[in-house]
């Protein structure tokens, strides 16, 4: 069980929005920043946003983040096939825990 | 371009020590905070342990504490992870990664090496 919630599983049609949802709590997401990070199949994680809404050098501006209180969320428009891949939020926890993940949403485009 | 290079990770016992590298090039290496994070087969990611530019600092996940020790080499652009005590749980894909931001880090894993495996198997 991971301390931030993601679903499991989203998908979408190529060109479409689709969000992806992170739920935490006061004790991490609300008081520190989140980050996303994408990992296609049979790769490394890559940075995808950091500091809940900036995107490292390279990284398409269809991809956008967010946070309002315990909950963040990554935005993609413009689907496109390669960015089928499984998508992480993070964010520090206290200092008991240290860095907390969440579960990972699968990103099917159909 | 920035490179990290994980090697050390293979079959060993439960109850037995590994110590796995990690060779960084293509950036300054003691400007940053390096870090440790591990997937098990088919599931998610999980932080292990990170530690600060200077050593100054070093933090590691409540089920890796007193089992596991980060450290880093400056002289030699490498970042170490000692794991004692190994239980079937640790089995994983064990990434180094290099924090975004100068200094003392900001738990940003900027970029990933390739990982290297450990299973821990009797």
């Known amino acids: 069980q991971s301390v931030l919630t993601q679903p499991p599983s989203a998908s979408g049609t190529p060109g479409q929005r689709v969000t992806i949802s992170c739920s935490g709590s006061t004790s991490n997401i609300e008081g520190n920043t989140v980050n996303w990070y994408q990992q296609l199949p049979g790769t490394a994680p890559k940075l995808l946003i950091y500091s809940n809404n900036q995107r490292p050098s390279g990284v398409p501006d269809r991809f956008s983040g967010s946070k309002s209180g315990t909950s963040a969320s990554l935005a993609i428009s413009g689907l496109q096939s390669e960015d089928e891949a499984d998508y992480y939020c993070?964010?520090?926890?206290?200092?008991?825990?240290?860095?907390?993940f969440g579960g990972g949403t699968k990103l099917t485009v159909l | 371009e920035v490179q990290l290079v994980e090697s050390g990770g293979g079959l060993v016992q439960p109850g037995r020590s590994l110590r796995l590298s990690c060779a960084a090039s293509?950036?300054?290496?003691?400007?940053?905070?390096m870090h440790w994070v591990r997937q098990a087969p088919g599931k998610g990611l999980e932080w292990v342990a990170s530690i600060t530019w200077n050593s100054g600092n070093r933090e590691h996940a409540d089920s890796v504490r007193g089992r596991f020790t980060i450290s880093r080499d400056n002289a030699k652009n490498s970042l170490y992870l000692q794991m004692n005590s190994l239980r079937a749980e640790d089995t994983a894909l064990y990434y180094c990664a290099k924090d975004l931001r100068f200094g003392s880090g900001s738990y940003v894993f900027e970029y990933w090496g390739q990982g290297t495996l450990v299973t821990v198997s009797s």
């Open positions: 993070a964010a520090w926890g206290d200092s008991l825990i240290g860095m907390v």
């Open positions: 293509g950036f300054t290496f003691d400007d940053y905070a």
